[in-house]
């Protein structure tokens, strides 16, 4: 059964990975794109959605800028992680397509409110958009299909602090809002995704392949690796948002459990940590599917399997 999927992204390496995936992969629709602040500003995220959809021959796929600044939180940007541009060392064409004039926000409440049950909604940024979208509509809340979350650190340590995760670190307050609307949520945190690493073997196998898409994928994740060996000493590059995308067409990739989520608003050391109550100590009801076990190596397969056969489709 084909996926209709809204990416509400911040493109982005590990973000542009996943839009290719979406592409390639042939159990899912892309409905459109909304860009939201987080690896890099909304700006440049908007031009890097609209060149990696170019350079996928996707720009009939329409893209739709979103807030620029976290609710109440100071803006935080990623360059260190994704590059100044948000795209690593990799170099893409002015996009010839603009993005539409509607704003993110608006298109998620329109898409979803026009399509009930239908739209399924993949957060892969800080959850700025889609908090938006609940407060003008709250009715998106019962009409969204389901929604998949890349977000939170649950018995994993932060990437962004030492407890928290960039997505709900950079707009905890976003992220508390849409974890407590009553949506249909899989979390994917880095329990699951650092578990997920693209090697230098894995890019190499798709160098095998001379393509300007291969060349977009090892000029960005070169980039990323350098980062999370300098940074985490980790031989390769963590790729969450793929695999946050391949849940909503593969979802025995992982295991999840029922649990009461919730986000530390504190404004302490651990502002933006995301917990589970495990032992139902709060007597609160599960708000979503934490996704805390993964098939890694099964995820990095399909991952690389979808990409070679887009790239060679080009050929
Ligand atoms: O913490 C990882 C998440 O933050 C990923 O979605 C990455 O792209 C950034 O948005
Ligand atoms: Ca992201």
């Not at 290719?20 to 890099?40: D, F, K, R, T, Y």
């Not at 509509?137 to 649950?154: T, Y």
């Not at 977009?216 to 963590?238: L, P």
Request: aromatic content about 8%.
């Amino acid at each position: 059964m084909t996926k209709h999927i809204i990416l509400d992204t911040d493109p982005g390496i590990d973000d542009s990975l996943a839009i290719l995936l979406a592409l390639a992969s042939p159990e899912i629709q892309l409905e459109g794109l909304s860009v939201v602040h987080g690896n890099s500003s909304t700006e440049q995220g908007t031009i890097n959605a609209l060149s990696v959809l170019e350079l996928a021959k996707a720009s009939h796929i329409s893209v739709y800028k979103g807030c620029d600044l976290p609710l109440v939180q100071p803006s935080l940007l990623a360059p260190e992680t994704h590059g100044a541009q948000g795209i690593g060392y990799a170099k893409l064409s002015a996009p010839q397509i603009k993005p539409q004039l509607q704003k993110g926000s608006d298109f998620l409440i329109e898409k979803i409110m026009s399509a009930p049950k239908e739209i399924t909604l993949v957060c892969i940024g800080p959850l700025t958009n889609v908090a938006m979208a609940i407060r003008q509509e709250p009715r998106i809340v019962e009409n969204v299909k389901e929604v998949f979350i890349m977000g939170g650190a649950i018995r994993h340590e932060g990437n962004t602090t030492p407890l928290a995760e960039f997505n709900t670190y950079v707009d905890p307050h976003a992220a508390h809002i849409v974890f407590h609307s009553g949506m249909p949520i899989t979390l994917t945190p880095l329990d699951v995704t650092y578990q997920c690493i693209f090697l230098k073997d894995d890019l190499n196998r798709l160098l095998k392949i001379d393509s300007p898409i291969t060349k977009f994928i090892s000029d960005a994740t070169r980039f990323y690796m350098e980062f999370h060996d300098e940074y985490q000493k980790i031989d390769g590059c963590v790729i969450n948002d793929p695999l946050t995308l391949a849940l909503t067409f593969m979802p025995e990739l992982c295991d999840y459990q029922e649990l009461y989520v919730d986000v530390d608003l504190s404004g302490g050391v651990s502002m933006g940590n995301v917990f589970a109550d495990f032992y139902n100590m709060t007597k609160k009801p599960a708000n979503m599917k934490v996704a805390l076990g993964v098939r890694p190596r099964d995820f990095m397969e399909l991952f690389l399997e979808r990409m070679e056969k887009f790239t060679l489709s080009f050929a």
